[in-house]
Every structure is written in structure tokens, then in C-alpha cells.
């Protein structure tokens, strides 16, 4: 009998994992091809304009090799200072799809480069479902892994970041994240140093891949300090913890782009405090065990006098040097997620960025969706029965929401946690229904005298032991081996106690609901999900696979494409020298530096804001101030994005008001009051004469009335102001098919003519008078 | 009245950790006797850094976290080890040994990439 039952289990077992397998597989190629619409929709293309930056460089990389690419300094960008690569990049997901394609050619499948880059980011979705299935696995068991693997496949706060064509550090970023804490929670569970090995290593991956890997080194130390609070100090904790600080700090010093900032920013120090604090309670622990409980009192109050005077000593030194520096040691980047008011006071740039701001409500549903509701379900469930593993789960949770808070781009980290909760409490759910279900059903169940209440007193010895019989009525996610352990579990629990009461341990009670309660509540389940997945693929399909590249929309008279900026960088690839350089505002300086090949002045990398303010100066100038600027910086052509026929609205004009903050921040005769009218940007008849004789201004609507006849603009819906005048410092010579990107080249100087004094730039608009000699006729500019 | 309580209490913990502690197997001692080693070398390797000052920043730390991360790795070796702890006790020593090797080998790979 006992043989015969083994022999059973261990049928059921293989089953179980073959058809977990099974459905890991499908949650993978589902994860893969739900992010393929962009593909289907437009064509195999690299979106926005990040992604080109990290396609260059992983063009740079194939081509030249990894000792090169780690030493390059790139001199076609930020003219005329340059920017050092390979300090400034991290390199994770520039190595990864270098290596992808290096295996691809070593067996002789021709993949393109530009493929490698486009397809990275839906493989390593896949890879991070299965990661989320382990980590859930760690924390609840297999039914809640397989759940959470299956809704992270389709969360579209996720996909819209990892779409095929989206090569961004997130693609392959979030994968390391997750796996990173599947096995730190992998340790804490087994007490393993291989793992915590493994666990430093994924660290490394992660600190390679993005910059966000700061949370990770301050969600781990959080979480071991609650531990100890809380009293859940083990050893296991130690070897999870401690050899993770030492080697992930080393390895994190690695990188160049962190280098030695893992020893003195701010963002490490709660793991190097946490560090010390574990290791103050392993000694104590450790006394506490050698010791006789007399002797251990009297070393406590010994060393917690002592201790803390050493203690406070030290502190206040530490404290010291942090508050000496402006920023008490954070980053200006981190300094804003704490303190979210700090960008836009200090730093424009950063408050200008459209992610970082903060997410409305009704993004938190467009984005989880119905997650959103079974997150607190997810995290009450935790706590029956609360572990290391579960303590962790929901302080990754709540950290999360408070970071997704504060800034957009965080929602994505929010992600992965939402999505584990969610899968745990829908596992929960589905065990108590369908447990109700398999007790009640009238199929071959002896026993009626289940008790059809809500009630845990039912479950006699009959109908324990009817359970372990009818062992063929399993659902498809149940966690086999799981019920099984709960069931012979509770077996041993009724034979022990007396007494079939109402107990106080969750664990003992088997909740059992009424049958038609349990199948309503099964199907309503199923339909949330349904819900979930049709919203899931609507957002993939509609809502987060635009290129932003290529623009389309739909007319009576049908498709219309707009790949007016793919013809502008083209243009310039095919009509200028290899060496002219590019000014435009720094939303383009990746695009043009990828697609053009050309120089740029700045680009979105942002790292040095006096050069942007700079550029931004210029384009805020009247048309002389703006020539002597560029001219300084050898520019050759100027591009501007106008959206005014066709209604494009994030153009250049539109994003005229941060050209004006950044550069007024930096240069103070560019004064914001005087481009405002009634506190607003107009650029109709009521404009400013400053906004009116700005470069902005000229270079966007110049010949803009020859189009309809009264010049009227689509974004902003009025007429514009100053409809007819020519410009004199900068010539045109490219407007795309829409009119979205126009090119302007720099008039040269005009020579100057020996036995005259007179300036060689004419007159310009604020009023500078020349000083003519000589026969020359005064050109007047007869439209002003 | 009190100063002489609390030295004779300090003498007596003293006392009682000495006992304690000599009753430790010889093997845990031996890798107790290799932690101390390793901190002692990490404050030594402190010491020189304040005294000469520290210009191969990242020497200076591959070097100090090198003895410092050995330490921590022997901890949780003997805490592996040790045979009064519950938790391990169906983890052969030989496994530990081999964890405790190949955790080092990484750490000392990385610190000779970092050394400079």
C-alpha cells in the first residue's frame, strides 16, 4: 500500500513538473510575441531615441572588439569636449547583444546587428518570467510562481519599456533585477554559499546593465535590518547577506561607470551600516549561545555602555563628513526620488525629463492594470504563514509603490513586484476554491456531513482521509506536491487534538466554502483574467508599440506614414561632409550621431548643462546672437523639429519653454518674462517681439505662409504672428515632405572690404546701429 | 563600590567566555584563529593607508576588502560547519569546504582584476 502509494506520488510528481515545464514554455513564447506588434505593425526598426545611442555603440563594439569599445572615447558628440564611453555607459546591455550576435556568426546565422539589437529586449522577457516563476516559487510555491510568471509575461507597464526595437538598458535590466533577488531570497531559504555566490555574481550583471541596480543594494540591507528587528535573525541570513556586500561592492566597483562611487556616495552606505550592524548581532547571538544566561546579562550591560559611547563617537564623525558635502553625498539623480520637489527647484534639466515625472492614477491602471486590486490581497496572503522569504516579497512591494510614486519610469520596477503579489494571491484564491469545489462535488464522496457552512470545523477523520483517496481531482496550476504536505499535515493535527473547534492557528483550519459560492467566484477569477490579457494586449498593440520614429495616422483618404525624421537624417548622411557638425536641441543628438553619422553639439546623454544651456541660449537669441554662438562652436547646420502642418505636437516650439529655463538658468540675460504673455507662450499676433525675433521662432515658421496662405498652426491652433520675413544669417536648405524637420545651413561671414570700417554682419533686430562709410547702399530689411 | 563590582563582573565574564570558548572543537578553532588573522591583516593594511596615504585608491580596496571578504567567507564556512547548529546538519562538511573554496576563488579573481 505504502509502495504503491510512493510509486503514485512520484507519477503525480513527474506529471506535474512536465506540465509546469510545459507552461513556463508557453509563458515564454507568449512573453516573446506579445512585444512583436511594433514588428508586425511597422517594420524591424529601433525605437525613440535612447536605444540609438545603445545601437551605435554596440555597432562600435562588433566592429572593433571589446578592448576598443572599453577605451573609446567618442569625439562626434558634446563638440567640441567629447565624451568618454566607456566611463560613462553602462555595459551590460551593450555586451550582451555584442555577444548574442558574436555566438549568432560563430555558427554562421547571419543576424544583422540592427536584429541582434531589436529582437534583445522580447528574449529577455521571456528570461525574466521564468526568473519571476523561481523567485515566487521561493517565496509561496509552484502554482504562485507559474501564476506570476504568466501575468509579468503581459504587465504592460513592463512591455512598454521591452518591446522588440526598444534597446534600452531596461530590456535586459529588469531580467537581472529579478533573478538577483531570486537567489538572494534562494539563500536566505537554503543557507547556501554557492548561491549567495551566484547572488553576488547576478549583482554584477545588474550593476553592469543599469543604474537603478542602487536599489537593489538598499532594498537588500532594509530587508535584513527588518529581520533583525523583528527577531528573525539566523545564520542563513548572515551568509545571504554578508558575502554579498563584500563581493557585490567590489564587483560594483568594477564597473567604470560606478567605479569608486560604491565606496563613497550615500547610495551604498545603508548596506556598509547594515553590514556592521549584522555583524555586531552574529557576535552577539554567538555569545549569547556559549554563554550562560547569568554571564550573557552581565556582558550586556557591560557592553552596551561601553558600545555606545564608541558607537555615538563614531557616528557623529560619520555624520560630519556626509553633512560637509551640499548634497549630504547623493547623487543629484537619487537626491529627487527622496526629495521629489529637489529637480525642479535645482535642477531643470532633470525636471524637464517627461519620465521623471510623477505617474497620474489613471496610469497605474493603464499600466498594472487589475493587478492594482489584488496587490493587498497579495500582500495579506504573505502573512499565512509570514517567512524571511514572504517579509521580503512585501517589502519589495511597498518600496516600489513609493518609488512609482515619485517618478514614471519607477513604475517599471513597481512591475515585477505587483505581478509576484498578484500571482500569489490568485494562487491562494484558487487553492481555497478549488478545494471547496473537490470537498463538495457528488462525485463519489461518501461522506455528506461536510459541513457546506463557512465554517472550519468541518473535516472529520472521514473526509481527511476521503481527501488523500481522491487524488485524481487535481486542478491544472494546484501545487501538487504542496496539498499533498497540507494535507497529511492536517491528518496528524486532527489526530492529535481532541477538539475540532475553531482553533487559532491559521494553519489548522481548512477553509471550506459553499460549492456555488467557490464556482461563481472561480468563474469571476477567470473573467478578471480575461480582462487583464485583453487590456494587456490592447496596451501592447495600440498603446506602447509606436516607433516615435516613423508616425502614422488614419484619414478618410486612408494610412498616412510620416518618416520625415528618417529623410532628414538621410539628407544629411548623403549631402554633407563626413565632418560638419549638427546643432539641434539635445532630444535628437542620439539620432542624429546614429542615423546621420554626424556631430552633434549635444545630445541625451545631458551630463554637461552649461553646453546645453548653451545651445538653448542660441535658440532663444535673435538670428546675430544665435550665428556668433554657433558660429563659435563651428556648427555648420541647425535642425528643428516643427510640428505646425500636421499637428505634431512634441516639437520644437512646444519644447521651447525648458530652452529658455536651461538657459536662462546658465546665461541670465535670457530672461523667461520677456518671451511670456500673460505668463504663457504665444506665438500668434499677442507674442512677445523677443519671441517673435527668435531663432526658434524664424527657423521654425520661416516660409510656413507660403503652405496654406495665412500661416496657420496646427499645434497651436492659432495664426502665427510674424508671417512674412527673411532670414538673414542662416539659409535653408532641406524641409522634410511634412515639414516636421527642417535644416538650416550658416551663412558664412561675409568678407570684409579693405578701406572700410563698417561691420561685416548687418543689422541686427536689437537695434545695434552700424557705422557705414564709404559708397555701400544702406540693405534695409524691408520685412522686419 | 560599584568599580569593583563591575571589574570583578568583567573578570568573571572574562572568565566564563574563556571556558566557553576552549570548549570549541579543535577545527572551528583553527578557522576562528584565520578570521583573526585576516581582520588583523585588514587593520594593519588601514594603518599603512593613513600613514602613506592613499593613492592607488582601488589597491587600497581590492587589498582591504580582499582580507575582509576572506573573513566573511570563513565566518560562514564555520558557520556551516559547526556542529551544533540545527540548521546545517544534513550539509556534509565537504560541501561547505567546496562553497567555501569557490566563493574565494571568485572574490580573488575579482580583486586581481581590481588590484591595478
Known amino acids: ?784 | 563600590m560599584g568599580r569593583s563590582t563591575t571589574a570583578k563582573e568583567a573578570e568573571a565574564l572574562v572568565q566564563s567566555l574563556r571556558s566557553a570558548y576552549s570548549a570549541t572543537p579543535t577545527n572551528l578553532k583553527i578557522i576562528d584563529f584565520y578570521i583573526a588573522f585576516a581582520v588583523v591583516t585588514a587593520l594593519i593594511q588601514v594603518v599603512y593607508m593613513a600613514i602613506v596615504g592613499s593613492f592607488p585608491f582601488n589597491s587600497f580596496l581590492s587589498g582591504l576588502l580582499s582580507c575582509v571578504g576572506t573573513a566573511v567567507l570563513a565566518v560562514c564556512l564555520r558557520i556551516q560547519v559547526n556542529k551544533e547548529n540545527k540548521e546545517f546538519k544534513d550539509l556534509p562538511p565537504e560541501r561547505a569546504f567546496a562553497d567555501f573554496v569557490l566563493c574565494n576563488l571568485v572574490l580573488h579573481l575579482v580583486i586581481m582584476n581590481f588590484l591595478g
Open chain 1, 1 to 784: 500500500m505504502a509502495l504503491e502509494d510512493t510509486q503514485e506520488k512520484a507519477v503525480r510528481h513527474a506529471f506535474g513538473n512536465v506540465l509546469s515545464l510545459f507552461v513556463l514554455l508557453l509563458i515564454g513564447v507568449f512573453a516573446f510575441s506579445i512585444r512583436l506588434f511594433s514588428v508586425i505593425k511597422y517594420e524591424s526598426v529601433i525605437h525613440e531615441f535612447d536605444p540609438y545611442f545603445n545601437y551605435r555603440v554596440t555597432q562600435y563594439l562588433t566592429k572593433n572588439g571589446v578592448y576598443d569599445f572599453w577605451n573609446w572615447f567618442d569625439d562626434r558628440t558634446w563638440y567640441p569636449l567629447g565624451r568618454v564611453i566607456g566611463g560613462t555607459v553602462y555595459p551590460g546591455l551593450t555586451l550582451t547583444a555584442g555577444t548574442i550576435w558574436w555566438i549568432l556568426n560563430f555558427f554562421n546565422i547571419p543576424l544583422s546587428v540592427e536584429t541582434v539589437c531589436v529582437f534583445t529586449a522580447p528574449i529577455f522577457s521571456a528570461f525574466a518570467s521564468w526568473a519571476a516563476y523561481l523567485l515566487t516559487k521561493e517565496v509561496k510555491g509552484v502554482g504562485a510562481g507559474l501564476t506570476a510568471a504568466a501575468l509579468l509575461a503581459m504587465v504592460p507597464s513592463y512591455i512598454s519599456r521591452s518591446v522588440a526595437g526598444s534597446y534600452d538598458n531596461e530590456a535586459v535590466a529588469i531580467f537581472a533585477l529579478i533573478f538577483t533577488f531570486y537567489l538572494y531570497v534562494k539563500t536566505l531559504n537554503t543557507g547556501s554559499l554557492f548561491y549567495a555566490t551566484l547572488n553576488a555574481l547576478a549583482y554584477f550583471y545588474m550593476v553592469c546593465s543599469w543604474g537603478g541596480y542602487t536599489f537593489i543594494i538598499n532594498l537588500i540591507p532594509m530587508h535584513v535590518l527588518l529581520c533583525i528587528i523583528t527577531g528573525r535573525y539566523s545564520s542563513r541570513l548572515y551568509i545571504a547577506y554578508a558575502p554579498l556586500v563584500v563581493l557585490g561592492t567590489l564587483l560594483a566597483a568594477l564597473v567604470p561607470v560606478v567605479g569608486f562611487n560604491a565606496v563613497m556616495t550615500s547610495e551604498h552606505f545603508a548596506s556598509f551600516l547594515v553590514f556592521i550592524i549584522i555583524h555586531v548581532v552574529a557576535l552577539a547571538y554567538y555569545i549569547k549561545g556559549i554563554l550562560t544566561p547569568k554571564m550573557f546579562k552581565v556582558a550586556v550591560t557591560l557592553v552596551v555602555s561601553v558600545g555606545m559611547i564608541v558607537c555615538v563617537a563614531v557616528l557623529a564623525i560619520l555624520i560630519a563628513v556626509v553633512a560637509s558635502s551640499p548634497t549630504k553625498g547623493w547623487s543629484g539623480r537619487s537626491l529627487s526620488l527622496l526629495d521629489p520637489t529637489y529637480a525642479s527647484k535645482y535642477i531643470p534639466i532633470i525636471a524637464s525629463v517627461s519620465e521623471h515625472q510623477p505617474p497620474t492614477w489613471p496610469s497605474y491602471f493603464m499600466d498594472i492594470n487589475v493587478l492594482a486590486f489584488l496587490v493587498p490581497a497579495g500582500i495579506i496572503a504573505c502573512f499565512f504563514p509570514l517567512s524571511d522569504a514572504s517579509s521580503f516579497a512585501v517589502l519589495y512591494i511597498v518600496t516600489s509603490v513609493y518609488f512609482s510614486g515619485v517618478m514614471v519610469r519607477l513604475m517599471l520596477v513597481l512591475a515585477p513586484a505587483a505581478c509576484i503579489m498578484s500571482g500569489i494571491a490568485l494562487s491562494e484564491a484558487f487553492d481555497v476554491f478549488g478545494r471547496s469545489i473537490k470537498l463538495q462535488f457528488p462525485i463519489g464522496n461518501q461522506t455528506d456531513d461536510v459541513n457546506a457552512g463557512n465554517s472550519s470545523q468541518v473535516s472529520t477523520n472521514n473526509s481527511v482521509k476521503q481527501e488523500s483517496e481522491k487524488t485524481e481531482n487535481t486542478l491544472k496550476e494546484r501545487p501538487v506536491k504542496k496539498s499533498k504536505k497540507k494535507e497529511k499535515e492536517k491528518e496528524k493535527e486532527k489526530e492529535k487534538s481532541e477538539s475540532t473547534s475553531i482553533t487559532k492557528q491559521i494553519e489548522k483550519k481548512l477553509l471550506i466554502l459553499p460549492f456555488e459560492a467557490s464556482l461563481v467566484a472561480i468563474v469571476l477569477l477567470v473573467l478578471l483574467g480575461s480582462f487583464y490579457v485583453v487590456h494587456s494586449v490592447w496596451a501592447a498593440a495600440e498603446a506602447y508599440s509606436a516607433p516615435s520614429i516613423v508616425l502614422t495616422s488614419r484619414s478618410h483618404d486612408g494610412l498616412h506614414v510620416f518618416d520625415d525624421f528618417r529623410e532628414a537624417y538621410a539628407w544629411l548622411r548623403h549631402n554633407t561632409d563626413v565632418d560638419d557638425k549638427v546643432a539641434s536641441w539635445w532630444d535628437y543628438g542620439y539620432q542624429t550621431t546614429a542615423m546621420a553619422n554626424r556631430t552633434v553639439i549635444v545630445d541625451n546623454n545631458t551630463w554637461n548643462n552649461t553646453h546645453i544651456a548653451t545651445v538653448g541660449t542660441a535658440m532663444s537669441s535673435p538670428e546675430k546672437a544665435a550665428w556668433d554662438i554657433f558660429n563659435s562652436l563651428d556648427v555648420k547646420y541647425v535642425l528643428v523639429v516643427f510640428g505646425g502642418l500636421v499637428g505634431y505636437p512634441s516639437d520644437d516650439i512646444n519644447k521651447f519653454l525648458w530652452m529658455v529655463r536651461i538657459g536662462g538658468g546658465v546665461f541670465p540675460h535670457i530672461k523667461e518674462p520677456d518671451y511670456l504673455r500673460d505668463g504663457q507662450y504665444r506665438i500668434d499676433s499677442q507674442a512677445t517681439p523677443t519671441m517673435l525675433n527668435c531663432l526658434m521662432y524664424k527657423l521654425s515658421y520661416y516660409r510656413f505662409v507660403e503652405t496654406d496662405g495665412r500661416g496657420f498652426d496646427r499645434v497651436r491652433h492659432t495664426e502665427i504672428g510674424k508671417k512674412y520675413f527673411k532670414l538673414t544669417h542662416f539659409e535653408e536648405v532641406f524641409t522634410t515632405h511634412h515639414w516636421m524637420v527642417r535644416i538650416y545651413k550658416l551663412k558664412p561671414a561675409k568678407n570684409r572690404i579693405r578701406g572700410q570700417t563698417k561691420k561685416s554682419k548687418s543689422k541686427t533686430s536689437t537695434g545695434k546701429n552700424n557705422q557705414k562709410r564709404g559708397t555701400r547702399a544702406t540693405k534695409k530689411n524691408p520685412y522686419p
